[in-house]
C-alpha cells in the first residue's frame, strides 16, 4: 500500500471519528494499535470511554470511486473474530455520506436478543447452529447510512 492510500485511509479515519463524537456524544479515537503499528489487534476506530461500542469491530474504508464490501467485510470479519466482535466495515466514497455495511445475519440475531449477542464478548461464529449461515465473508450484506446505524444501535442497546 502507498503511502497516498496510508494517508487518506488516516484522514478516512480522523474524519469519521469526529462525526462518531458529534452523533453519540462519546469519545473516539483511532484504534490504538491502528495509529501505532497498523495491526489487527485493534479496530480502526473505536470508542474511548463507553466499552458497550466496543462490542462491534469497525473496520473503515475510504475510497475514491467505490468500496469492494466484500473484501472489507473478509478483512473486518478476520480482525473481529480475534477480538470477539461484530464485524462492521463504515465506509465513504468521495462526495458521499458514510455508510455502515454489516452481515444481515449479525444484524438480525443483534436486533431480535436486544443487543445481548452483540454487547457480549463472542466469537464471529458462535451463533447457534440455525444462524450459521449468516457467518463469514460471503453472508449476505446490509447498507445503511451512517446517522441510521447509531440511531437503530443507541435504539436497541441504550449506552
Known amino acids: ?47 474511548a470511554d463507553v466499552d458497550s461500542w466496543n462490542g462491534w469491530h469497525l473496520e473503515v474504508k475510504r475510497r475514491k470511486t467505490r468500496v469492494d464490501l466484500y473484501a472489507a467485510m473478509a478483512q473486518a470479519c478476520r480482525d473481529a473474530e480475534e477480538r470477539y466482535c461484530t464485524p462492521v466495515v463504515v465506509w465513504r466514497v468521495d462526495r ?28 464471529s461464529g458462535a451463533h447457534p447452529p440455525e444462524y450459521r449461515h449468516w457467518d463469514g465473508p460471503l453472508a449476505e450484506l446490509v447498507t445503511l447510512d451512517l446517522t441510521d446505524w447509531v440511531r437503530i444501535v443507541c435504539y436497541w442497546w441504550p449506552l
Do not use: Y
Open 1 to 47: 500500500m502507498g503511502r497516498a492510500s496510508r494517508d487518506k485511509g488516516a484522514r478516512g479515519e480522523r474524519e469519521l471519528v469526529k462525526v462518531l463524537n458529534e452523533l453519540t456524544n462519546a469519545t473516539w479515537r483511532r484504534g490504538i494499535a491502528q495509529s501505532r503499528r497498523g495491526g489487527a489487534e485493534s479496530p480502526d476506530v473505536e470508542c
Open 96 to 123: 458521499q455520506p458514510w455508510r455502515v455495511t454489516v452481515r444481515a445475519g449479525d444484524f438480525a440475531i443483534d436486533a431480535m436478543t436486544h443487543g445481548k449477542v452483540g454487547n457480549q464478548r463472542r466469537h
